[in-house]
Structure formats: structure tokens, C-alpha cells
């Protein structure tokens, strides 16, 4: 399983043991430095069998409209973006409460260059997991015996 690489889109980590403590430290805003952030991304399952990789990311509350699944060369991004609107209004039409939200993510897999077939994988969005199933190419049967007839 040393083939498929992940990359979560953000960059290098200063300490990659230790990412959050040490990359927030030194990329967070000094005067937002208390407020936390929301930049959590995706819990992710991969997989490999003979025949295919297989990708789960956990990503509940969204909808399949809300995702983007590229494959440039060899690396597969995906991401997504949501909007969330909440409004609350009194009669006389001003605002009692109004929340706004979003919510967006990128995730970066490095598929192996020649023995996967990027033109056959296949994805889909059911009950909060995004599936995608990215097809390994058929290994060449060669003999590794082979008798030669002299002429």
C-alpha cells in the first residue's frame, strides 16, 4: 500500500509527528490566535484489493452537488464546498437571528503513474461516505520461463 500518498492540500508540516500543535502555531494569525479554527478535514479510509483502490471519506450533511473529483496526472483532488443559511425573522421583518456558514474541504491522493486506470474511476455519495473506486490496470501475464529454439 506504499503507492498511494496522502496530502492533505495545506502545504508541508514543520513537525510532521505533531502537525496541528506546530502548524497552527506558526501559520495561525497572532491576533485570532484563541479563536479556533474550523479547517477539519474529512476522516478517510483507503483500501486496496487485487483489482482496485477504494477511497471512503466521511463526509456527512453534504450533497453530491457539493463535491469536486479531479484527476490531474496523477493526482486525485477532492474537495467540496457547502453554504449554510439560517435565518429567523420577527413579523415586522428585522432580524431575531440570522447564521451563515461554510464548510470546504481538499484532500490529495498521489496514485501510482502506470497502473491505475484513470479513466474508469467511478465515485458515489451515500448516507454521508463518498466512495470512489479507482481501478488497477491489468498486470501483463508474462512467463517467467521461457524455452528458446536454435536455429
Known amino acids: 500500500m506504499t503507492t498511494l500518498v496522502k496530502s492533505n492540500g495545506h502545504g508541508r508540516h ?3 509527528e505533531f502537525p496541528s500543535l506546530f ?17 477539519h478535514l474529512p476522516a478517510v479510509n483507503v483500501k486496496e484489493t487485487d483489482k482496485a483502490y477504494s477511497i471512503e471519506v466521511a463526509v456527512p450533511g453534504m450533497d453530491k452537488k457539493d463535491f469536486k473529483i479531479e484527476l490531474k496526472n496523477n493526482l486525485l483532488v477532492i474537495s467540496a464546498k457547502k ?6 425573522k420577527s413579523e ?3 432580524y431575531v437571528r440570522k447564521e451563515f456558514g461554510f ?3 481538499t484532500r490529495s491522493f498521489t496514485l501510482p503513474e ?4 484513470g479513466e474508469n474511476i467511478s465515485a458515489n455519495y451515500t448516507d454521508g461516505i ?5 481501478p488497477k490496470k491489468e498486470k501483463e501475464q ?7 529454439q536454435i536455429s
Open 130 to 134: 463518498l466512495n470512489i473506486t479507482i
Open 142 to 148: 508474462t512467463s517467467s520461463v521461457r524455452e528458446i
Open 83 to 88: 453554504e449554510n443559511k439560517q435565518e429567523e
Open 114 to 117: 502506470k497502473s491505475v486506470e
Open 23 to 39: 502548524d497552527d502555531f506558526f501559520t495561525r494569525d497572532m491576533i485570532n490566535f484563541a479563536k479556533p479554527t474550523n479547517n
Open 14 to 16: 514543520f513537525f510532521p
Open 92 to 94: 415586522d421583518g428585522k
Open 103 to 105: 464548510q470546504s474541504f
